[in-house]
């Protein structure tokens, strides 16, 4: 007991000498291809598992080549937090001692957190026109356009998850795709949904920390049905 004692002091100790002598480092996303490669056209994304709540699950909305990093931040008008899956890239010294020694951490693709400890908006990060597909399997009950400052910049796009029909997805950050209506029904993974806008002019995207770009996404957010729709 006295031995395991002394090893994880002299563990932490290195641990901290390191992370404050060299300074705080960001740790890139993982196989993220150059921008030139993310012009080329694609089709949907191979269906993956970014996030849940409960029983929900939460699939990337774009294709993984598009894909420049994953966030989580904080929101208002009482969104709900999600359960990000796969593993934390900018997670403190502490906690990645612990997991070294302990185990856990997650694995698979890296996602960052965006300031604060919150999980309540999801932000897929992807080039201005990249196409985006529904998270979820369910039905179209709201397009709406999407204000900053007084002014519409794209569009929000609220889904009823037929895997639980009490809450709303709703995507904003991208302007909806010309086929789509209010009652189509879309296929997670499969139904193209919209466009990412560009949006770095209008508001501050924490996301262009992680990235070789403006920071510009698809924002997702889960919602109570009742605080939605009449």
Same mark, same amino acid.
């Given at each position: 007991?006295?031995?395991?004692?002394?090893?994880?002091?002299?563990?932490?100790?290195?641990?901290?000498?390191?992370? $404050? /002598?060299? +300074?705080?480092?960001?740790?890139?996303?993982?196989? %993220?291809? &150059?921008?030139?490669?993310?012009? @080329?056209? #694609? =089709?949907?994304?191979?269906?993956?598992?970014?996030?849940?709540?409960?029983?929900?699950?939460?699939?990337?909305?774009?294709?993984?080549?598009?894909?420049?990093?994953?966030?989580?931040?904080?929101?208002?008008?009482?969104?709900?937090?999600?359960?990000?899956?796969?593993?934390?890239?900018?997670?403190?010294?502490?906690?990645?001692?612990?997991?070294?020694? $302990? /185990?856990? +951490?997650?694995?698979?693709?890296?996602?960052?957190? %965006?300031? &604060?400890?919150?999980?309540?908006? @999801?932000? #897929? =990060?992807?080039?201005?026109?990249?196409?985006?597909?529904?998270?979820?399997?369910?039905?179209?009950?709201?397009?709406?356009?999407?204000?900053?400052?007084?002014?519409?910049?794209?569009?929000?796009?609220?889904?009823?998850?037929?895997?639980?029909?009490?809450?709303?997805?709703?995507?904003?950050?991208?302007?909806?795709?010309?086929?789509?209506?209010?009652?189509?029904?879309?296929?997670?993974?499969?139904?193209?949904?919209?466009?990412?806008?560009?949006?770095?002019?209008?508001?501050?995207?924490?996301?262009?920390?992680?990235?070789?770009?403006?920071?510009?996404?698809?924002?997702?957010?889960?919602?109570?049905?009742?605080?939605?729709?009449?």
């Amino acid at each position: 007991m006295i031995v395991l004692t002394v090893v994880m002091g002299a563990l932490v100790g290195t641990l901290l000498i390191t992370a $404050f /002598g060299q +300074g705080a480092t960001r740790e890139p996303s993982q196989a %993220l291809p &150059g921008p030139a490669s993310r012009l @080329l056209p #694609v =089709g949907p994304p191979t269906p993956l598992t970014v996030a849940l709540h409960n029983g929900l699950r939460i699939q990337l909305p774009v294709a993984q080549s598009r894909v420049t990093a994953i966030g989580y931040h904080s929101s208002g008008d009482g969104a709900l937090p999600l359960t990000p899956l796969g593993r934390q890239g900018n997670e403190g010294a502490l906690s990645r001692l612990a997991h070294k020694i $302990f /185990g856990g +951490g997650g694995g698979g693709f890296v996602y960052y957190q %965006l300031g &604060g400890g919150e999980t309540a908006a @999801l932000d #897929v =990060g992807a080039l201005p026109g990249t196409d985006v597909y529904a998270p979820v399997d369910g039905t179209i009950v709201g397009i709406s356009d999407y204000i900053l400052d007084g002014r519409a910049y794209g569009s929000r796009i609220d889904i009823q998850p037929s895997a639980a029909p009490s809450l709303i997805v709703s995507l904003t950050h991208l302007s909806p795709d010309p086929a789509l209506t209010v009652g189509s029904t879309i296929a997670a993974s499969s139904t193209k949904v919209g466009r990412v806008v560009d949006l770095s002019g209008v508001e501050s995207q924490a996301l262009s920390h992680y990235t070789q770009d403006a920071g510009n996404h698809v924002a997702i957010e889960l919602r109570a049905a009742a605080n939605l729709l009449p």
